[in-house]
Structures are given as structure tokens and as C-alpha cells.
Nanobody
């Protein structure tokens, strides 16, 4: 059974940092692009960042503003998202996703999705 399980969410003060982790299991994801999304209450899910199976990364400029860094450890089937200088508007459920050949994570095309932890940023 394929699973993506995120961890590292919680309550954080504005200006702080956190690192979210996503553990993928059930198959090898070495040939999958991995990404992070977020969905705030009452809003649509938005793409945050992705890292290709080759290691190249991309982030949505509007949401990231240079504060989001995605990385992966392919050998461990892990993907991470570090967020610096958190803002109250970063409050959302953050979920990771995996996209195989032909998937475009920036367009929300993924084969597998995690459930995501809540990240709440207090002002």
C-alpha cells in the first residue's frame, strides 16, 4: 500500500521557521517528482514547491516568495519542505504528493497524495 505521511506541522509564531517531512512508503519513488501543496480553510489547494526525480527544484513564486525550500532524500524516500519567516497567511494544511512520468505537479497532477498536517502561524 502506497502511503505519503507528513510530519512536522503545528503552531508556530510569525517569523519562525519549520521543516515539514514526508515519508513515502509502499514503493520506490526514485523516479517520481515530489511536491508540496497547501490548502487554507475556505480556499483552494495551491502548489507550493516540487523537486524532480533528477533533483531539480521549483517553487511557486507567489506562495514561496523565496521562503520555501524543498529537498529530498531519494534513498530514504523522504521529501522535506523548510519554511522560513513564517507569516499568518501561511496557515494551512500542508500535504505532499508524488507524480510519476508525465505528471506535472505544478498543475496538481499527482499519482499519490498525503493527508497533510495543519500548520498554524500565530501573529
Amino acid at each position: 500500500q502506497v502511503q505519503l505521511v507528513e510530519s512536522g506541522g503545528g503552531l508556530v509564531q510569525a517569523g519562525g521557521s519549520l521543516r515539514l517531512s514526508c515519508a513515502a512508503s509502499g514503493r520506490s519513488f526514485s523516479s517520481y517528482d515530489m511536491g508540496w501543496f497547501r490548502q487554507a480553510a475556505g480556499k483552494e489547494r495551491e502548489f507550493v514547491a516540487a523537486v524532480s526525480w533528477r533533483g531539480g527544484s521549483a517553487a511557486d513564486a507567489d506562495s514561496a516568495q523565496g521562503r520555501f525550500t524543498i529537498s529530498r532524500d531519494t534513498a530514504k524516500n523522504m521529501v522535506y519542505l523548510r519554511v522560513n519567516n513564517l507569516k499568518p497567511e501561511d496557515t494551512a494544511v500542508y500535504s505532499c504528493a508524488a507524480g510519476g512520468s508525465g505528471s506535472r505537479l505544478s498543475l496538481h497532477e499527482a499519482d499519490y497524495w498525503g493527508q497533510g498536517p495543519q500548520v498554524t502561524v500565530s501573529s
